[in-house]
């Protein structure tokens, strides 16, 4: 079946620290990759995507790879800022006779100044 | 442009009660519409999804259902609510797989 697996959480970052947080996927035929972020109180924002494979997609310092040979599609920003605190998953959209949107269980970063 | 609409933000309805969620897209031709749950602390689950109208597909067995009466019009709804009902439900669309899917701000409901 088609599935997004991501780091758990909570991840605890001082500011300026790098980040990664994992995400892998298993799926039937070529999907497209997305992170989104959700803030406190505020439904999901699309933070980057990459719709074929080698594709770099990036936003505000935030980068990732779709990496068909690894199936994975890892968040890295080099420094991170308190305001980047959030939840962020990890998602695929694949044609099941409809296109379908799949997240991953989502990773809590905490920032501290 | 394109915009989303979700009401109520938020909600408390008592254990047994009925419920409906209203999720409406403006500024756009047959989107696919989706509706999610987020329980508290835990990831988003696919709930339904909707390719055009009167076509559901839902993806977990659940006293929830939805329905599609119009193009741009996707509904929540359940008949008696249970505890474990309570989360952050979230309406998005997309156009197709390769762009995004855009959330509403969310629905907080609490069953009492």
């Known amino acids: 079946g088609n599935s997004v697996t991501q780091m758990e959480g909570p991840v605890t970052l001082s500011e300026e620290a790098f980040l990664t947080i994992n995400c892998t996927y298993t799926?039937?035929?070529?999907?497209?990759l997305f992170w989104y972020v959700q803030y406190p109180g505020e439904g999901l924002q699309l933070l980057l995507k990459?719709?074929?494979?080698?594709d770099k997609g990036s936003n505000k310092g935030f980068e990732a790879t779709y990496r068909k040979e690894t199936t994975s599609f890892h968040l890295e920003k080099g420094s991170v800022q308190v305001s980047d605190s959030a939840v962020y998953f990890c998602?695929?959209?694949?044609?099941?006779?409809?296109?379908?949107?799949?997240f991953g269980a989502g990773t809590r970063l905490f920032v501290k100044a | 442009s394109q915009t989303i609409h979700q009401w109520p933000a938020t909600l408390v309805q008592p254990v047994g009660s009925p419920l409906s969620l209203e999720c409406t897209v403006e500024?756009?031709?047959?989107?696919?519409l989706y509706w999610y749950r987020q329980a508290a602390g835990r990831g988003l689950q696919l709930l339904f999804y909707?390719?055009?109208?009167?076509?559901i597909s839902s993806e977990v067995p659940q006293n929830l259902s939805a329905s599609r009466p119009q193009d741009r019009q996707f509904i929540l709804s359940s008949k008696k609510l249970l505890l474990s009902d309570s989360g952050f439900y979230l309406c998005?669309?997309?156009?197709?797989?390769?762009?995004?899917?855009?959330f509403g701000q969310g629905t907080r409901l609490t069953v009492v």
């Open positions: 799926a039937t035929g070529y999907p497209s």
């Open positions: 998602a695929l959209t694949i044609n099941t006779g409809g296109f379908k949107t799949i």
């Open positions: 909707s390719v055009g109208i009167g076509q």
């Open positions: 998005a669309w997309s156009v197709t797989h390769n762009t995004e899917a855009f």
């Open positions: 500024g756009t031709s047959n989107p696919n």
């Open positions: 990459a719709t074929k494979a080698d």
